[in-house]
């Protein structure tokens, strides 16, 4: 049911990148003016875009205010300035606006990731997982209070996670009463890695959350929601019973906040400090007139209570970084995770 339903959000991505192209095709007549690749833009996003929602966002007042900014003959640098800051607006991480001398980002996005971060990585590095630390597929890692915690360092989604590798960690440390997967400033990367993290814990066939995928050029058109349960157990490992602690920050964006998500289904997971950065929605694109190009969200996911988290998944536990623990060379929201798991 997972991989079913990857796999149709995976289609959908594909069919609006070759809409796109086709349109292109047909409507490509020499050199496209400014205003004509501005309303190729503004429409693509008006039609196409799944989160105006939660966003919050007046579409309709965004084309007023920068289309009175676009003007026959301008720059490529000053056209690129303008389509960027418009989709800007929307303030989305999978946003994304690719030319050859530029590619915009969300500025709310980047100030909530460096601004809001809820880690100091050298104090991580020096102080816990050290010089003699052991390193595995995408996995640094290391045995914390005398091996009584496993402590996992997951980096980024596009890092290797195999089922077999976090078992082979766990399998090391029989005597931890749990382990902390630390996945604070993950910007995301291959949704496969969920799965194969949660391959190892418990599973009940569980409803983790809903997915929706637009399909009509409203606003509110989309196709029927599509259910994603865990997986039953993998016979091919003992599940993971005992607690895992999961670390988030504003940071932790697109497969991190989907795996944030996921925890909610499992009675051995929790999540501890702060929210996460959000990107639920997985993104599509195509190319616009004069060959830049674009993507942007084209699903939404809800979750099991209904709410859609897209800004963010919020923790089980709030703990902010303690600037005073810094400077003693203490990480109190790792100190915290041990002292869940220990006193459980």
């Known amino acids: 049911m997972l991989k079913r339903a990857l796999h149709i959000v995976s289609l959908a991505a594909m069919t609006v990148v070759l809409l796109a192209s086709c349109e292109k095709a047909f409507i490509r007549n020499g050199e496209e003016s400014a205003t004509e690749v501005f309303e190729y833009l503004w429409n693509r996003v008006d039609s196409q875009y799944s989160l105006f929602d939660v966003k919050a966002v007046d ?8 289309r ?15 389509l960027a800051t ?41 102080n816990y ?47 931890a009463s749990g382990m902390i997967l630390d ?3 993950n910007g995301g990367g291959s949704v496969e890695n969920i799965w194969n993290i949660l391959a190892l814990m418990p599973a009940r066939h569980t409803l983790l959350y809903s997915t929706q995928i637009k399909s009509g050029p409203g606003h509110e058109e989309f196709s029927e929601l599509e259910k994603v349960y865990s997986s039953f157990d993998n016979g091919d490992y003992e599940p993971y019973r005992k607690m895992v602690v999961v670390l988030t920050d504003r940071g932790s964006y697109s497969a991190t906040s989907f795996f944030a998500l996921c925890t ?60 005073a623990a810094t400077a003693a060379g203490k990480d109190n929201v790792i100190e ?3 002292e869940r798991i220990l006193n459980d």
């Not at 980002?105 to 990731?113: D, V």
């Not at 980096?155 to 195999?162: D, E, H, K, L, R």
């Not at 089922?163 to 440390?173: D, E, G």
């Not at 997971?269 to 942007?296: A, C, H, K, Q, S």
């Open 59 to 66: 579409w309709d007042s965004i084309h007023e205010v920068y």
């Open 129 to 175: 997982l050290g010089a003699d630390y052991h390193s595995a597929g995408g996995f640094a890692y290391k045995g914390l209070r005398g091996d009584s915690v496993i402590y996992i360092r997951y980096s980024s989604f596009s890092n290797s996670a195999s089922t077999a590798t976090l078992n082979m960690i766990v399998k090391r440390y029989p005597h």
């Open 264 to 323: 909610k289904a499992y009675d051995n997971m929790i999540t501890l400090g702060d929210t996460t950065g959000g990107g639920l929605g997985l993104p599509g694109g195509g190319e616009l007139p004069n060959g830049w190009v674009y993507r942007f969200p084209l699903t939404r996911t809800i979750a099991p209570d209904g709410k859609n988290y897209e800004n963010g998944v919020p923790p089980d536990t709030i703990v902010i970084l303690d600037p």
């Open 183 to 185: 996945m604070r400033q």
């Open 86 to 126: 418009m989709l800007n607006t929307l303030n989305d991480g999978h946003v994304n606006l690719i030319t050859p001398f530029d590619i915009s980002r969300s500025e709310e996005i980047f100030l909530q990731t460096y601004g809001r971060r809820n880690i100091e990585p050298n104090i991580v590095m020096l």
């Open 68 to 82: 009175q900014k676009v003007t026959d003959g301008m720059s490529d640098d000053s056209l690129f300035r303008v």
């Open 336 to 338: 915290s995770a041990v």
